[in-house]
């Protein structure tokens, strides 16, 4: 109940203050239309369908402009180390936009070409995005079967193919009030849904009679409403058959399974099949998803492999695709102008809150790390482990592994791989049975595991797996079971359960006591008696 009042809370603020979420916004002729660009590009790749997300404009590039060359001054933020911020000489915040690309080329005039999304915020104002709440631009796409075609634009935002895309995330100001938990749900939602652009809703060809999305209409490259995605956050409804009509009942949740799908997080199998409407009559009235919309009509039954017929299969498939991604955050201000702490502060909540928000949003399934220097060790040199803070405060950095006798908190921490009670200790020798000789065992507590020699029959034990036998019983090693199931044992026999050693012994016959089914020759124990 409380998630419903929080969603009805935040839907309600953003029909006031969003464009995308309720306030109607003028398009140009081109926006409705869905224009797909001409990039000027020398990789052969002509069209790329780069106007993804509430009317997105088209992509703006410069012939020359390739290559990582500017004047525009690059630095951090005295207050946060992980918010980059250039100071814009009239190229990038234009005409109530930002040139993101001009950005990128900033960005990666200083600072290497390791990030995969670049989120660009402007210091001041409200409306840098072309009248919409945020749009994300795609320059590099090499995912088959998604309903995009492959091309690498990257080169004309100063990436060496690293780069994919560029999410203009409008004027600080926009997101002062929502920069707080609980209310951040709008603006990571939002963040989320571009970052999504990269591989979803571009199922534009008809299915079974339908498209599932289309950019040249009034939805611009999100899934249909008259689709049922599980109340998608890249559009769609929930749709549940009332009567002789059709009705949504959801606010956004999150990704669908079909979104997972596409972004390569789970395989085709885990998407049930899912219904779109071919409607006589509808009642839409916003583009997301909402409860209370209706329509009227035939639903029509759509199965992944109705979506391959069309499409193909997804390449990289699941578990080949890329599913960790780093990101930067970028904050535009006015040349000879300095960061201001209120909307580095806002930037940087935000940078932190997107990463939590999309590992949440797939089940811990695609990360995306937004510090520069390190979100996880592998980040950093083999020798190397990326310190966190204490309890995440503080700037992530790669630091050097300790030796023994070291203060640390964590295992990685320390060149042996293992802290104990707070100091490196001794490399353990082994992390499972398994690690061990034919005859050893791995020790477990709070000393360096070591393989050790198995137990005789009568020495102390705490598990079964240190004796020969492979029982321990009461503290001590004892006799092996005779077995482990009754499917150890002859025809007319069960293996008894309890306490002691685990031994054949001849099935019941019927009115004797009994406690399961295996212990009578009926095969049925019922109220303590053999059937």
């Known amino acids: 109940m409380k998630n419903w009042i929080l969603w009805l809370t935040i839907a309600a603020i953003s029909t006031i203050v969003s464009p995308a979420f309720g306030k109607k916004t003028k398009l140009t002729a081109e926006q409705e239309a869905g224009v797909v660009k001409k990039c000027s590009s020398s990789h052969g790749i002509r069209k790329n369908r780069v106007k993804l997300?509430?009317?997105?404009?088209?992509?703006?590039?410069?012939?020359?402009?390739?290559?990582?060359?500017?004047?525009?001054?690059?630095?951090?933020?005295?207050?946060?180390?992980?918010?980059?911020?250039?100071?814009?000489?009239?190229?990038?915040?234009?005409?109530?936009?930002?040139?993101?690309?001009?950005?990128?080329?900033?960005?990666?005039?200083?600072?290497?070409?390791?990030?995969?999304?670049?989120?660009?915020?402007?210091?001041?104002?409200?409306?840098?995005?072309?009248?919409?709440?945020?749009?994300?631009?795609?320059?590099?796409?090499?995912?088959?079967?998604?309903?995009?075609?492959?091309?690498?634009?990257?080169?004309?935002?100063?990436?060496?193919?690293?780069?994919?895309?560029?999410?203009?995330?409008?004027?600080?100001?926009?997101?002062?009030?929502?920069?707080?938990?609980l209310l951040d749900l709008w603006p990571t939602g939002v963040i989320a849904h571009e970052i999504g652009h990269q591989w979803v809703s571009y199922l534009d060809k008809e299915v079974k009679g339908i498209r599932l999305s289309t950019p040249n209409n009034r939805y611009r490259s999100h899934w249909q409403p008259l689709v049922d995605t599980d109340a998608s956050i890249m559009y769609g409804n929930n749709w549940i058959k009332l009567g002789k009509k059709f009705v949504t009942t959801s606010l956004p949740?999150?990704?669908?399974?079909?979104?997972?799908?596409?972004?390569?997080?789970?395989?085709?199998?885990?998407?049930?099949?899912?219904?779109?409407?071919?409607?006589?009559?509808?009642?839409?009235?916003?583009?997301?998803?909402?409860?209370?919309?209706?329509?009227?009509?035939?639903?029509?039954?759509?199965?992944?492999?109705?979506?391959?017929?069309?499409?193909?299969?997804?390449?990289?498939?699941?578990?080949?695709?890329?599913?960790?991604?780093?990101?930067?955050?970028?904050?535009?201000?006015p040349k000879g102008a300095k960061a201001k702490r209120g909307a580095s502060r806002i930037v940087n909540y935000l940078r932190k809150a997107i990463a939590r928000k999309i590992k949440a949003s797939t089940g811990g399934k695609l990360e995306v790390g937004t510090s520069l220097n390190c979100d996880k060790d592998a980040h950093c040199k083999a020798t190397e482990f990326c310190n966190k803070g204490f309890l995440g405060i503080g700037k992530n950095q790669c630091k050097k592994k300790r030796g023994r006798k070291k203060t640390c908190l964590?295992?990685?921490?320390?060149?042996?791989?293992?802290?104990?009670?707070?100091?490196?200790?001794?490399?353990?020798?082994?992390?499972?049975?398994?690690?061990?000789?034919?005859?050893?065992?791995?020790?477990?507590?709070?000393?360096?595991?070591?393989?050790?020699?198995?137990?005789?029959?009568?020495?102390?034990?705490?598990?079964?797996?240190?004796?020969?036998?492979?029982?321990?019983?009461?503290?001590?090693c004892a006799n092996a079971h005779g077995c482990k199931s009754t499917k150890d044992c002859k025809s007319g026999q069960y293996c008894s359960k309890g306490l002691g050693k685990k031994t054949c012994k001849s099935k019941k016959s019927r009115g004797k006591a009994c406690i399961h089914k295996a212990q009578c020759k009926s095969n049925r124990c019922a109220w303590g008696r053999c059937k």
Not at 281 to 296: D, T, V
Not at 314 to 329: D, H, I, L, N
Not at 433 to 456: E, L, P
Request: proline letters at 3%; aromatic letters at 8%.
């Open 410 to 476: 964590r295992d990685n921490h320390c060149q042996s791989n293992r802290c104990v009670v707070g100091f490196c200790g001794k490399a353990n020798q082994c992390q499972q049975n398994s690690d061990c000789k034919s005859g050893q065992y791995c020790s477990k507590g709070i000393g360096q595991k070591k393989c050790k020699q198995k137990k005789k029959k009568g020495r102390l034990c705490t598990r079964s797996v240190q004796c020969e036998t492979g029982r321990c019983a009461l503290g001590r």
């Open 253 to 333: 949740s999150g990704y669908s399974n079909l979104d997972k799908y596409l972004m390569g997080l789970i395989p085709a199998s885990q998407v049930k099949p899912f219904i779109a409407i071919n409607a006589t009559s509808e009642k839409i009235k916003k583009h997301y998803a909402l409860p209370g919309q209706s329509a009227k009509g035939e639903s029509v039954k759509i199965t992944m492999k109705d979506i391959q017929a069309v499409y193909g299969k997804r390449v990289p498939a699941y578990g080949q695709a890329t599913t960790s991604f780093r990101a930067a955050a970028v904050l535009i201000v």
């Open 53 to 181: 997300s509430k009317g997105f404009k088209k992509t703006r590039v410069r012939r020359g402009a390739r290559g990582r060359s500017t004047s525009m001054k690059v630095s951090l933020s005295k207050w946060h180390k992980d918010v980059v911020v250039i100071e814009d000489d009239g190229s990038i915040i234009q005409d109530g936009d930002m040139d993101t690309c001009a950005a990128a080329r900033a960005y990666f005039s200083k600072f290497p070409d390791d990030r995969h999304f670049l989120f660009v915020f402007g210091q001041d104002g409200k409306s840098l995005a072309k009248g919409y709440e945020a749009y994300y631009q795609s320059y590099r796409n090499e995912v088959k079967g998604i309903g995009r075609s492959t091309y690498d634009h990257s080169s004309e935002c100063g990436s060496n193919g690293v780069l994919l895309g560029l999410a203009n995330m409008n004027g600080t100001k926009k997101w002062a009030p929502f920069a707080v938990p």
